[in-house]
């Protein structure tokens, strides 16, 4: 039987991401954002809008990536699977826990200083505004080449 297993998400960093690396010296960050659903309650207070927060786990080149352009607050689109775990705590507790593996992460606002004009792991960002593209204009049918 066919599986599919995809999680789409833009949201903000509700912290700094900090770049670890595995005993085998594989790159690993953890972080997680904060997602706006696109209702309130009538419960929320003062109509503010209600928020989940997700766990994502980033891998070699994009957890390198991440925590070298991202921080608290910035807006970030990540594409990546769902992914189950489960250990025994210290209490000898089962425990369990979802997170969001990313395979890949690309940038929401426009640039800013600091930030890189094009990374293989961060292309332009789904949905750009027409205006923020750069095409050039022809000025006439004669200049086309078909």
């Known amino acids: 039987m066919p599986s599919f297993n ?3 998400l833009i949201g903000n960093l509700t912290a700094d991401p900090e770049l670890r690396q595995t ?3 594989i790159s690993v960050t953890s972080f997680s954002i904060g997602v706006s659903r696109n209702y309130t309650s009538r419960n929320a207070e003062n109509g503010q809008p209600q928020s989940d ?4 786990v980033a891998w070699r080149s994009t957890a390198e990536f991440v925590s070298k352009y ?6 970030i689109l990540v594409c990546g699977s769902l992914q189950n775990r489960s250990w025994t705590d210290q209490n000898g507790q ?16 426009k640039k800013s200083d600091g930030a890189p004009t094009t990374a293989a792991a961060a292309p ?8 923020d593209v ?13």
Request: overall charge negative.
């Open 6 to 8: 995809k999680v789409i």
């Open 23 to 25: 005993q085998n010296g």
């Open 53 to 56: 927060f997700f766990n994502i």
């Open 70 to 75: 991202f921080h608290k607050g910035s807006a």
């Open 94 to 109: 089962k425990r369990y826990a979802t997170d969001i593996v990313a395979d890949e992460v690309r940038f929401v606002d």
């Open 124 to 131: 332009a960002p789904y949905g750009a505004n027409p205006k």
């Open 134 to 146: 750069a095409f050039e204009e022809m000025s006439t049918d004669d200049d086309l080449p078909f």
